[in-house]
């Protein structure tokens, strides 16, 4: 039989084993199995071009196509600066391939880029117009009249100023009329990026960095902002819309500030978690070393449709690839711009930030890091254990007292 101590001991024990095992399960829980994924990445720039229509061009002309492959499916991703910078995400079988007729597409014809076989899944983000815009009232945000200049994307002088790829990894960088700078980069596993805002990534999603640097302004009080379109490969249904959401996450480890990550999910990721998405922190650095006080928000407006897409999109890899059927697939675009009250508008620093993923399926939920686990243990594991050895403290010393009692 044990001894009052003994049990005590043991109910100590019991407690601090109860703290482990909850941690424990909230690690456990806030696992997603289907964005543990490892792929092998193969890149390549202007597959198949004829040396007649790529030889010239130099890093002017920049198509790289990566092949995400895992055990049971691919994925491909196009990063296309020929036209309207378009961001392709394909879900395909594993033998399945891109094909490009280079002469059609630069004529911007349609079919001019298919797989060998019918992707299951395709979602694409473009990039169709940037804004700048005069902000006299200070709020930070791009109002239906607001005054302001347009930027035609397609129109910018591309020059690829980096390309790096093994098969962990894949980095491009391009800068377009040094104004304007692009880096791109696509994952085999799921981690945290390197640079702020350190978005959370998997092998199912690419991501994409801008920064606005040093562009000669047109108002007194400018501040800018991109209008993004998405293509996605299902039907245009009357009241089936993007969604916007907003998440919090748990801690701000990685971003320090900011606990809210919003999603922009097509119907099919919100009902059965096999759409697109794009994720972001809702949050824009002005300076290139980039941490809490060099923040500013950001703001989107709701996704609405494009009024005749294949017209829209005529300049792009998404028609290249759908031409006139575009008006029949669901195509919605939104806009966002940086910036809020009081932050001295763009003119302050000359420098602006946007950081976001693409990806298919479901955004990554964030998970509780072991520094974390261990912070939050030690903070509520050491005060219990002083809890519990102090009560066992006092019992022993009380029971001691008494004449004949064993401890």
């Given at each position: 039989?044990?001894?009052?101590?003994?049990?005590?001991?043991?109910?100590?024990?019991g407690?601090l084993?109860?703290v482990?095992?909850?941690?424990?399960?909230?690690?456990l829980?806030?696992?997603?199995?289907?964005?543990?994924?490892?792929?092998?990445?193969?890149?390549?720039?202007?597959?198949?071009?004829?040396?007649?229509?790529?030889?010239?061009?130099?890093?002017?002309?920049?198509?790289?196509?990566?092949?995400?492959?895992?055990?049971?499916?691919t994925?491909?991703?196009?990063?296309?600066?020929?036209g309207?910078?378009?961001?392709?995400?394909?879900?395909?079988?594993?033998?399945a391939s891109?094909?490009i007729?280079?002469?059609?597409?630069?004529?911007?014809k349609p079919?001019s880029?298919?797989?060998s076989?019918?992707?299951?899944?395709?979602?694409?983000t473009v990039?169709?117009?940037i804004?700048?815009?005069?902000?006299?009232?200070?709020k930070g945000?791009?109002?239906?009249?607001?005054?302001?200049?347009?930027y035609?994307?397609?129109?910018?002088s591309?020059?690829?100023?980096?390309?790096?790829?093994?098969?962990?990894?894949?980095?491009a960088?391009?800068?377009?009329?040094?104004?304007?700078?692009?880096?791109?980069?696509?994952f085999?596993?799921?981690d945290?990026?390197?640079?702020?805002?350190h978005l959370l990534?998997?092998?199912n999603?690419?991501?994409v960095?801008?920064?606005?640097?040093n562009?000669?302004?047109?108002?007194?009080r400018?501040?800018?902002a991109?209008?993004?379109?998405?293509?996605?490969?299902?039907q245009?249904?009357?009241g089936?819309?993007?969604?916007?959401?907003?998440?919090?996450s748990?801690?701000?480890?990685?971003?320090p500030?900011?606990?809210?990550?919003?999603?922009?999910?097509?119907?099919?990721?919100f009902k059965?978690?096999?759409?697109?998405?794009?994720?972001y922190?809702?949050?824009?650095?002005?300076h290139?070393?980039?941490?809490?006080?060099t923040?500013?928000?950001?703001h989107?407006?709701?996704?609405?449709?494009?009024?005749?897409?294949?017209?829209?999109?005529n300049?792009?890899l998404?028609?290249a690839?759908?031409?006139q059927?575009?008006?029949?697939?669901?195509?919605?675009?939104?806009?966002i711009?940086?910036g809020f009250?009081?932050?001295?508008?763009?003119?302050?620093?000359?420098?602006?930030?946007?950081?976001?993923q693409?990806?298919?399926?479901?955004?990554?939920?964030?998970?509780?890091?072991?520094?974390?686990l261990i912070?939050?243990?030690?903070?509520i594991?050491?005060?219990?254990?002083?809890?519990?050895f102090?009560?066992?403290?006092?019992?022993?010393?009380?029971?001691?007292?008494?004449?004949?009692?064993?401890?």
């Amino acid at each position: 039989m044990l001894s009052i101590g003994g049990r005590l001991q043991h109910t100590v024990l019991g407690y601090l084993l109860l703290v482990l095992v909850a941690f424990a399960g909230v690690a456990l829980c806030s696992s997603d199995k289907s964005s543990d994924i490892e792929r092998k990445l193969t890149a390549r720039l202007n597959p198949d071009c004829p040396e007649d229509v790529c030889a010239s061009e130099g890093n002017a002309l920049t198509l790289i196509h990566i092949r995400a492959d895992s055990d049971l499916d691919t994925i491909h991703y196009v990063w296309d600066f020929t036209g309207k910078p378009t961001i392709l995400v394909a879900l395909t079988r594993k033998n399945a391939s891109l094909k490009i007729n280079w002469y059609d597409f630069l004529d911007a014809k349609p079919s001019s880029v298919q797989f060998s076989e019918t992707p299951i899944y395709t979602f694409m983000t473009v990039i169709n117009r940037i804004f700048q815009f005069d902000d006299p009232e200070d709020k930070g945000m791009l109002g239906e009249n607001a005054t302001l200049f347009v930027y035609d994307p397609h129109e910018f002088s591309y020059n690829r100023t980096l390309l790096w790829f093994n098969e962990k990894d894949v980095i491009a960088a391009l800068n377009a009329n040094n104004d304007f700078l692009f880096k791109l980069n696509a994952f085999s596993t799921r981690d945290h990026g390197m640079d702020f805002p350190h978005l959370l990534h998997t092998s199912n999603s690419t991501q994409v960095d801008i920064v606005f640097n040093n562009v000669s302004t047109k108002f007194d009080r400018p501040r800018f902002a991109m209008e993004l379109l998405f293509v996605v490969s299902e039907q245009a249904v009357s009241g089936t819309d993007f969604q916007i959401t907003k998440r919090r996450s748990l801690d701000d480890e990685h971003t320090p500030g900011i606990f809210e990550i919003i999603d922009v999910l097509s119907p099919g990721a919100f009902k059965f978690s096999t759409g697109g998405y794009i994720e972001y922190r809702p949050v824009s650095y002005t300076h290139p070393e980039r941490d809490v006080s060099t923040s500013t928000e950001t703001h989107q407006s709701e996704p609405k449709a494009v009024e005749y897409p294949a017209d829209a999109l005529n300049a792009t890899l998404a028609y290249a690839i759908y031409g006139q059927k575009l008006d029949t697939l669901l195509v919605q675009g939104m806009n966002i711009s940086f910036g809020f009250s009081g932050d001295g508008f763009y003119t302050k620093s000359n420098y602006t930030t946007l950081t976001f993923q693409v990806g298919f399926g479901m955004p990554p939920p964030e998970r509780l890091s072991a520094f974390v686990l261990i912070v939050a243990g030690i903070g509520i594991g050491l005060p219990l254990a002083m809890l519990v050895f102090g009560g066992f403290y006092i019992c022993t010393r009380k029971l001691r007292n008494r004449p004949g009692t064993r401890v």
